[in-house]
């Protein structure tokens, strides 16, 4: 009875792979591969004042990089507020800055799809920022990742926000296709 199943399922293999090579023969020539679609195409933003654009000129980054759909904003460092100033206004200012980016870019706040913030001190400086963040950033939330760190690129840096966005409009022109 062994042998028989063993046979049976031999045979259906065969089968299978014979119907499998005929219907390849049968089937027209290939043809020549279309060629890769290109790259999309990499832009990069750059501050419009001379002295800062100097400075990401200097260590070789940009404000922005703009690839295919989406928008990379680098780090924005903030450090203690400007006297006369809370925290979450100082941080609120910096967001506003950071919309002018995107802007720039060709996105918006309603585009982030990812924040990353880091935090030297995460307690003393978390509930101003979403203080802040909350009154650009609406639902659907992006994704947000805090991260407590030792130190930042300035020595009295205190919190340094990164945006990741997709380019505005991407979204409903895929759709309508």
């Not at 990069?44 to 400075?55: G, S, V």
């Not at 680098?74 to 919309?99: F, N």
């Not at 997709?166 to 296709?177: D, K, L, M, P, Q």
């Amino acid at each position: 009875m062994k042998t028989f199943a063993h046979a049976i399922a031999a045979a259906t293999l065969l089968a299978g792979l014979t119907t499998s090579a005929m219907a390849q023969d049968e089937a027209a020539p290939e043809a020549t591969p279309a060629p890769a679609p290109a790259p999309a195409p990499f832009e990069t933003i750059m501050p419009e004042d001379p002295e800062a654009r100097a400075f990401l000129e200097q260590f070789g980054f940009s404000q922005a990089a703009i690839h295919g759909d989406t928008v990379y904003l680098s780090g924005v460092i903030l450090g203690p507020p400007p006297e006369g100033l809370t925290r979450e206004e100082a941080y609120t200012r910096s967001l506003e800055a950071i919309g002018e980016t995107l802007k720039r870019a060709g996105s918006s706040w309603d585009d982030v799809v990812d924040i990353t913030t880091y935090h030297v001190d995460i307690e003393q400086s978390l509930p101003a920022l979403a203080a802040a963040k909350n009154r650009f950033v609406k639902a659907p939330f992006p994704a947000w990742t805090a991260i407590d760190i030792d130190r930042l690129f300035t020595p009295d840096g205190e919190l340094e926000i990164k945006v990741t966005a997709r380019v505005s409009g991407f979204v409903e022109a895929a759709r309508a296709e």
